[in-house]
């Protein structure tokens, strides 16, 4: 993976909505069918969808590949899970 200072890029391939590939991945805070929440070099990613899981993560890579019906991906300018994300996750799920 390429690196740009001391960052990692981030990089996200979707194809037909139904997989999808992500680099940049710090760690995977949660998943579930309807929901993955991922710790990502550019904030925390929310991605919502129908039948999701995740079928490859390699967190020494950065790498983490997913299956499943996306219906939306939403950023937040958090950069890391703690008490920030945990306020953003009590208001994301009022």
Do not use: C, W
């Not at 200072?5 to 990089?11: D, S």
């Not at 069918?33 to 904030?43: A, H, S, V």
């Amino acid at each position: 993976m390429e690196e740009r200072g001391t960052a990692k890029l981030h990089k996200v391939i979707m194809n037909n909505r139904k997989s999808g590939n992500f680099t940049g991945i710090k760690d995977v805070i949660s998943f579930d069918p309807k929901e993955i929440l991922l710790e990502t070099e550019m904030g925390m990613l929310q991605i919502k969808g129908e039948d999701l899981h995740v079928s490859r993560l390699t967190l020494e890579k950065g790498e983490v590949d997913i299956q499943g019906m996306v219906i939306s991906m939403v950023y937040s300018e958090i950069e890391s899970y703690g008490k920030k994300a945990e306020n953003f996750l009590g208001r994301l799920f009022r």
